[in-house]
């Protein structure tokens, strides 16, 4: 049989509809979402999902209506630093927010030496995040200048917050968690609080293949705020990242209580996502919340090694999965599932 050259465009037209229409309708997208990137973060606004991950000497957002679709997504650098700088290497865990009207990118970064790692912060007041001009407004400043990372900014009855990982010196010795108070989405009002150290062994972890060894390290960090109801919680990570015992904790608190003093915070004594042998997901940590399209679902966001000893390093892959609540309030993130398993997409 042949085809004239009309017939044969309007059989090519059909195929393009075709598959058009698929991706479309495409229901389902399987663990890892991206082949690497570290430190996800992702907020759904105005009908899209807005997505960044560490790329160490660059800031980066890919936006995609469908988070089965963030492989071929569109993706733009909003931001390179200038050579040469205090914050000009090592750009780590940038989150991006809207607060009040306006866009902002928080990061951590330095001039090559980790012990000089600082929180700086970028504004945007374009309506959608991939256009307008992103103004660099500076570090967002401790009392203290201590180094941080890890920054996550929140709300809770009408008072802005940060949380991060620090140091408590000026030497690396031990991370822990910190909370302060802000004035404004740049400017951290009054003294830090440690709401959080390496309590428990499973937080200690820093052999890579001898979890019998003594405990190596004391590692929080990561924190994520996260709010049901009447409580709040950070959702932290714990032990050296390049370790396969790499995992989640949680705090808790009232959402009606004092949130700078330490005692009013509770933390949980085992870890509440880790990794699975079973499923061969690794190293779970560094994850980020967000709420489905129609804002009734609530999904944890997080990078995993799919393998045993891959480490920190560029094996880490971003992974998401929709998470529920215990009858007691608190999260229940369940097990990381497995590579290549079929999840359902966010509801619309």
């Known amino acids: 049989m042949t ?25 389902t997208f399987s663990n890892p979402l991206l082949p690497s990137g570290a430190d996800p973060y992702s907020i759904h606004k105005n009908g899209y999902y807005y997505y960044t991950h560490t790329t160490q000497n660059k800031l980066v957002i890919w936006k995609t209506k469908n988070l089965a679709d963030l492989a071929t997504a569109e993706s733009k650098t909003i931001w390179t630093p200038p050579a040469g700088t205090a914050y ?22 330095d001039d090559g030496k980790n012990d000089n790692h600082r929180m700086y912060v970028l504004e945007n007041t374009s309506a959608d995040p991939m256009t307008g001009d992103w103004t660099f407004k500076g570090k967002v400043e401790t009392p203290d ?27 690396n010795g031990q991370q ?32 890579l293949n ?50 700078m003093n330490a005692a009013a915070w509770k933390k949980s004594a085992q870890p509440v996502f880790k990794q699975s042998t079973e499923n061969q997901v690794f190293a779970p940590g560094h994850n980020s919340f967000f709420k489905s399209p129609n804002g009734k679902e609530d999904w944890i966001l997080y990078h995993a090694n799919d393998e045993s000893g891959q480490g920190c390093g560029r094996f880490r892959s971003p992974r998401a999965q929709k998470f529920t609540w215990n ?21 619309e």
């Open 210 to 259: 001898d979890k019998n060894n003594p405990p190596h390290v004391n590692v929080n960090e990561g924190p994520q705020f996260l709010k049901h109801k009447n409580k709040v919680f950070i959702i932290y990570s714990a032990s050296g990242c390049w370790t396969d015992f790499y995992a989640l904790g949680m705090l808790q608190a009232s959402a009606t209580g004092d949130l």
């Open 3 to 27: 085809l004239n050259f009309k017939t044969l465009l309007l059989a090519i037209g059909f195929l393009f509809v075709s598959q058009l229409t698929f991706s479309q309708n495409n229901k």
């Open 327 to 347: 009858k007691d309030g608190t999260p229940n993130f369940g097990v990381p599932v497995k590579k290549g398993e079929k999840l359902a997409v966010p509801s």
């Open 88 to 109: 000009s290497k090592e750009l780590w865990a940038p989150e991006l927010h809207f607060i009040k009207g306006k866009w902002y990118m928080y990061f951590a970064a």
């Open 176 to 207: 822990n968690i910190y909370i302060a108070k802000m004035d404004n989405p740049w400017t951290v009002s009054g003294a830090r609080t440690k709401i959080s150290g390496s309590d428990y062994d499973w937080e200690k972890h820093g052999d």
């Open 145 to 171: 200048d201590k180094w941080a990372i890890d920054g996550d900014i929140f709300e809770n009855n009408g008072q802005y917050y940060m949380i991060w990982s620090g140091w408590e010196g000026d030497t």
